[in-house]
């Protein structure tokens, strides 16, 4: 199978340093700020496209544009660009999430897949109106996508469970293709719903011995359900000619933190319910020191970043051969992004992309040859011939 890439939209502005925020951290930035406007996330949604990236990610939160709206703009700027909206199942129905859908669907050819985010901090829940608990609102999840899934089969639903009731649902029109459900959680209230539901079940960038502990889980957990979901891993990314080069540009960025910053990011990101930001949070202690959490992956963008907070740092090759481990677990499909994300698409889709078709783990999704990894030679003019 060939791998999947997917790019990130970064709806909340962009920078060449780390842009903070997340998971009750407050959106920030060392550096001079991209504001994210259509022009600018058009230029990163073309790119990618034309690099051979499926599909990007788009985040939800307070802290961020809305992503169906975003999107749906954006998708007018694309061709082919498919869009991983991420929403948070109990700010609206479930019948009208499927209308949504199947709308998107018709009216971009195709190009929706959906994100579901629970949600792991409940004082941004309650910002929204939602007062259920952590455990709640994956129960309430489970009903959610049990709904919307039977509408897409072109059920009609009756439903009274306990935290969501519909009567006589059905949709009018029915999406073409059904949008593939991606899914994330590391608690223990998230496996069982992930299991039934997930098409693919996304991990951020942890250790490859800690991902393939998570995998081995909703492996096994899916299999009680007669299941068996796709994997992917949500990283961040930072490819260049050379080790060093990559080394130097994260060191960068690293100096480019305040400790301030990072002390009230961390104060943040510790109140965080979510067991993922736990995790991320484990790997450096809130600390600049030990950042290489294993070979190549390093922790510093979670220093000031709720979410996926770390990246692949090194050479292309050494980039690929980190992807390569973990698709060897089991991971598919890969949710990349970079600071600033239009350079860093670059980077990636003309230094590793290459290298990784070139192994036969990767082709691109038009059918396009892509770029050649070895330098290019610069124009010399030739003497006009007489």
């Known amino acids: 199978m060939s791998l999947t890439f997917h790019w990130f939209l970064p709806t909340y502005g962009d920078s060449r340093d780390i842009v903070g925020g ?44 809305d992503a169906w709206l975003a ?87 009756d439903h009274a469970g306990e935290h969501l009731r519909v009567e006589d649902a059905r949709l009018a029109r029915l999406p073409d293709p059904v949008p593939p459900v991606y899914f994330g959680g590391s608690s223990t209230a998230a496996g069982p719903v992930a299991a039934r539901h997930a098409d693919v079940y996304l991990t951020w960038g942890e250790p490859p011995a800690q991902v393939a502990g998570k995998l081995d889980r909703i492996r096994a957990l899916a299999a009680d359900s007669g299941r068996s979901p796709r994997f992917g891993i949500r990283l961040h990314v930072i490819a260049r000619d050379t080790a060093e080069a990559a080394w130097a540009q994260a060191g960068r960025l690293l100096d480019g933190i305040d400790e301030a910053d990072i002390r009230a990011a961390q104060d943040g990101l510790r109140r965080s319910e979510s067991e993922g930001q736990r995790r991320m949070l484990a790997l450096h202690g809130g ?50 992004s970079g600071h600033p994300h239009l350079e860093e698409a670059y980077w990636f889709g003309e230094g590793v992309l290459p290298i990784l078709r070139a192994r036969g783990l990767w082709r691109h999704p038009a059918g396009e040859p892509a770029p050649d990894p070895t330098p290019s030679v610069p124009f010399a003019p030739q003497p006009a011939r007489v």
């Open 71 to 157: 999107t749906a703009m954006l998708a007018e700027v694309t061709e082919r660009l498919k869009f991983l909206v991420a929403f948070r199942p109990g700010l609206l129905s479930p019948t009208l999430a499927a209308q949504m859908a199947a709308t998107f669907q018709r009216l971009t050819g195709g190009r929706l897949l959906l994100n579901v985010v629970t949600g792991g901090e409940s004082a941004e829940q309650r910002a929204y109106g939602d007062f259920l608990d952590k455990d709640a609102r994956y129960a309430r999840t489970d009903e959610f996508l049990h709904v919307v899934r039977s509408l897409w089969r072109g059920e009609t639903v």
């Open 287 to 336: 600390s600049r020191d030990g950042l290489e959490v294993a070979p190549n992956l390093w922790a510093g963008v979670g220093l000031v970043r709720g979410g996926a907070g770390t990246a692949l740092v090194g050479s292309h090759t050494e980039v690929a051969d980190r992807i390569a481990e973990y698709h060897a677990l089991g991971i598919d499909e890969f949710i990349l």
């Open 22 to 65: 997340g998971h009750g951290v407050a959106v920030g930035t060392a550096g001079g700020a991209r504001p994210a406007t259509v022009a600018y996330l058009g230029q990163i949604a073309r790119s990618a496209e034309q690099l051979g990236f499926v599909g990007a990610l788009t985040p939800t939160g307070a802290w961020c544009e």
